[in-house]
């Protein structure tokens, strides 16, 4: 089977054509951020009208890329993200994928973002072994999941207020570092200090919820009392104590579970420390560890080709009337 994906939700413009759901044929991925930069986060009504501007020419270039013909791809479906997301954002992806289904002849199916997260991860490593103890952590999400099987998730818990990446960005503009925040802190906390500063590590050893507006204000807090900071020393203390949140949830989500393997996915799957750690983790409780390579951790349209294929062999095609939701939540059936 084979599945056209497009993503729109949010500040990527993408497209992909994937066999299989694992086999990427092309990928390709056009980033507003350069737009969104000046304005230090992503200005929505920017963001939909840059994606009008750019979509059809980054599906033709994922056709082109996989070798099909524009007039008839021989694809099996299209794949769209239907949520969660910006509305305006969603709404172009939409719209598109829909008139492309329908000239083509082929089924049209609609994709839950946070699902196609988790299929970033079998995408590449089609051999996880279930269930899996996920930690999806992205800009807008921050959850710990259950996987017993593609498709079966218990949640086991979630962010109460801020999400990690969004504690990353909000921390980095604070800083003057720009937008996103998590590329730059990624790359400063290398240099820095992660002792310098004791920042809080809020319910740690208090189940599986995160919390991480508070850290967001004591880093403001710390800088505000001391201008002098080393930057690199403020980054690295902040993300060690986010690292170190994360790594104790996922470790006590292991010993709740009889989970055989561990997985990272969302954009801030891309972060050095996190991903080290979670290799150390995995060691150390002897699960398998599956992490997609970086170009999946971030939003990208292979993932939602993924998922798409799964739902439709799942759940069948999905109805032309369906609409862009917002604030679509990942379906928990256990
Ligand atoms: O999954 P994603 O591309 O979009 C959402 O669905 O939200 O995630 C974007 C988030 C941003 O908050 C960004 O700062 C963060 O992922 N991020 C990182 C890194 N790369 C991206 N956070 C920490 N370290 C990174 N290397
Ligand atoms: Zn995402």
């Known amino acids: 089977m084979i599945v056209l994906g497009i993503e729109t939700s949010c500040d990527e413009t993408a497209a992909a054509v994937v066999e299989d759901g694992r086999t990427v044929r092309s990928s390709v991925i056009s980033s507003q951020l350069a737009l969104h930069a000046p304005f230090g986060g992503v200005v929505p009504e920017l963001a939909g ?19 099909m013909p524009v007039e008839r791809p021989p694809l099996d479906a ?13 709404l172009v992806g939409l719209s598109e994928a829909k008139g492309l289904a329908m000239g083509w002849n082929v089924p049209f199916v609609g994709v839950n973002h946070l699902e196609a997260h988790l299929f970033a991860v079998t995408l590449e490593h089609p051999e996880v072994p279930f269930p899996a103890v996920v930690l999806l952590v992205s800009g807008g999400h921050t959850m710990l999941v259950e996987m017993r099987a593609p498709g ?8 109460i207020d801020d999400a990690a990446g969004e504690a990353y960005d909000k921390v980095a503009r604070f800083l003057g570092l720009g937008y996103p925040g998590g590329p730059v802190i990624d790359r400063l906390a290398a240099c820095g200090d992660p002792g310098a500063f004791a ?47 994360l790594v104790a949830k996922a470790r006590a989500a292991l010993h709740a579970t009889s989970a055989r393997s561990l997985c990272l996915a969302g954009g801030v799957a891309a972060n050095s420390a996190l991903r080290a750690s979670f290799a150390s983790l995995a060691d150390e409780e002897g699960v398998a560890l599956s992490v997609p390579s970086l170009a999946f951790c971030t939003d990208n349209a292979a993932m939602v080709a993924a998922a798409g294929c799964f739902r ?13 939701d917002p604030n679509l939540r990942l379906a928990f059936t256990e």
């Open 199 to 245: 920042f809080p590590r809020a319910l740690l050893g208090r189940g599986f919820d995160f919390s991480f507006s508070g850290l967001k204000t004591a880093v403001v807090r710390a800088v505000t009392r001391d201008p002098r900071a080393r930057t690199e020393d403020v980054a690295a203390s902040f993300q060690q104590a986010v690292v170190d949140v």
């Open 312 to 324: 439709l062999r799942h759940d069948g095609p999905s109805p032309l009337s369906l609409g862009a």
């Open 49 to 67: 009208r840059a994606h009008v501007e750019v979509l059809t020419a980054v599906v033709l270039q994922a056709l082109e890329e996989a070798a």
């Open 152 to 159: 079966r998730y218990r949640l086991l818990g979630e962010t």
């Open 78 to 90: 299209v794949a769209v993200t239907e949520g969660p997301g910006l509305v305006g954002s969603l």
